[in-house]
């Protein structure tokens, strides 16, 4: 029997693949970048034949790494950038535009527009969100009125729309495929979020085709099986799909209802998992599908931080102030505080509990004595004050505060950043030992439908912490920095 896991990790900056067995050992782990296009200010878009070859190649160097057949793998799992809009030909399968990614903010006039002609009360109500160009469903409004022959393939039936779970699924099953999975469903402005299928007044009110839009599907089911993929053998069942978050969420074995996650990616995300019914938020929160099994719907709360892993990025390739990622800490650490320098993080506007997309970066507190070193220190600050944001809020929803912040993603790695983390929350901050949690929630996933594991319960016993980071700020510290912080997001 195949024993063996793949699970496809398709990133907003790269996509990465792994190879685990049912004991969690990872046999491979590769990763590949692929290019960032910005047509315009506040415009960010990906070809999808760059996500495709990148997902290719990661297939292929993580079987050579692994020293496995493709044969021998179970099933795949599929999580993804969540809200890229993509839109293809059905018969030929090529795209016909560039996908708009999660980031962009061009439909940031149209959302205004409803606001103001009163449907944000509709959409909160029927799908948990608000009336943000985050979300897809102004996104692929955009691409049938904006591109030539959209709206007309489209209408006759020969356009299919997908978040990225849904066009890899596609690919790999050689078009035989056009599903999606109810979390990812769920982010789109489309999906009744009870009924978990396409509303016909949310597809007017966007001017959407019920004919581009996928099947909504579980999260843990096969799907279809690899035909025609140059790196696979066909036959080998995609079995998971999951949004990136709510994979983290089921990855950080967060199967009770106040079990909570924050992913530190590009942008960080805070779920809490909410149990069977949908909560609704008075707070700025998301209501969101965390994953659909059989039998078994579970919800979750979320908050989402646009910019985390982005802000490093930029003082890497915009400032050019560190040459990787990985240099960020040690920069960091050559001053012992920021000295009151203040950077807010929103390069791409401010998500909850704000839900400013107009915001932009802001960096306060500058003097003659600033260097790299204290804007460095207070980048990775700001990204933890923006969880701080997340994390308050979300605690007054529940009525108590977490007893415990369990954290993953890349920049999760960053020791300094947690422990800041930490202090600031005044609670422990846990890193698990397998970090890459978004990729371990779409293995499991896809193995439970596979038979490699049998439950929740034996997935439950094979999580481990890997870290644990205490606060030892003091309360007056704290104090003084939130009140500094929340001067500059004023601003913002």
């Known amino acids: 029997m195949a024993s063996y896991v793949m699970a496809i990790d398709q990133g907003t900056t790269s996509t990465r693949t792994l190879l685990l067995d049912r004991r969690l050992s990872v046999l491979a782990k590769v990763s590949e970048e692929f290019r960032q296009i ?6 960010v878009e990906h070809e999808l034949e760059d996500i495709w070859a990148s997902t290719l190649s990661t297939i292929r160097r993580a079987i050579r790494q692994a020293g496995v057949k493709g044969a021998e793998v179970a099933a795949i799992g599929i999580t993804n950038q969540r809200e890229t809009t993509a839109l293809w030909d059905r018969r030929t399968g090529r795209p016909l535009h560039r996908a708009i990614v999660w980031q962009d903010r061009r439909t940031s006039e149209a959302c205004a527009r409803l606001r103001a002609e009163g449907k944000e009360p509709l959409v909160e109500e029927k799908t948990g969100l608000v009336l943000d160009p985050y979300f897809s469903g102004t996104k692929l409004r955009w691409l049938l009125d904006h591109v030539k ?15 990225v779970d849904t066009f890899l699924a596609w690919r790999l099953t050689g078009g035989q495929a056009h599903v999606t999975d109810a979390s990812n469903a769920s982010r789109t402005l489309l999906m009744d979020l009870r009924k978990l299928a396409w509303d016909r007044e949310l ?13 909504i599907r579980g999260s843990s089911e096969v799907y279809g099986t690899t035909r025609g993929v140059k790196v696979l053998p066909d036959g080998i069942p ?20 106040g079990d909570a996650k924050c992913t530190y990616g590009t942008g960080a995300f805070l779920l809490q998992n909410t149990g069977r019914e949908p909560v609704r938020s008075a707070r700025g929160l998301l209501t969101t599908v965390a994953w659909k099994l059989p039998g078994e719907v579970t919800y979750a709360l979320e908050g989402s931080s646009f910019v985390a892993g982005a802000a490093i990025q930029w003082l890497r390739d915009g400032l050019g102030l560190i040459g990787s990622a990985s240099e960020v800490e040690a920069l960091a650490r050559q001053v012992k505080t920021t000295g009151d320098v203040v950077f807010v993080p929103a390069l791409a506007g401010l998500g909850a509990p704000h839900w ?10 500058i003097d003659r004595g600033t260097t790299a070193a204290h804007l460095a220190r207070a980048t990775l600050e700001g990204i933890a004050f923006q969880i701080h944001d997340l994390a308050e809020e979300m605690a007054a929803e529940a009525g108590k505060p977490f007893p415990v912040f369990k954290v993953d993603g890349g920049a999760c790695q960053n020791d300094l950043l947690m422990q800041f983390q930490a202090d600031l929350l005044g609670v422990p901050v846990e890193r698990p030992r397998m970090i890459e ?15 490699v594991w049998s439950s929740k319960d034996e997935i439950r016993k094979v999580w481990k912490v890997g870290k644990r980071f205490e606060p030892g700020m003091a309360a007056e510290e704290r104090t003084r920095q939130l009140a500094k912080w929340r001067k500059a997001v004023e601003n913002a």
């Open 356 to 365: 400013r997309p107009t915001a932009r970066g802001l960096i306060a507190g």
């Open 38 to 43: 910005f047509p315009r200010p506040g415009w």
């Open 203 to 215: 597809l007017d009110l966007f001017g959407v085709p019920r004919s581009v839009l996928p099947e």
């Open 437 to 451: 949690t978004t990729a371990l929630g779409a293995a499991f996933l896809a193995g439970l439908a596979a038979g």
């Open 238 to 257: 995609v079995a998971g799909i999951a949004g990136d978050q709510q994979a983290a969420l089921f990855g950080q074995a967060c199967f009770a209802p």
């Open 149 to 163: 022959g959209a709206r007309e393939k489209a209408d006759a039936g020969e356009a299919a729309f997908g978040t």
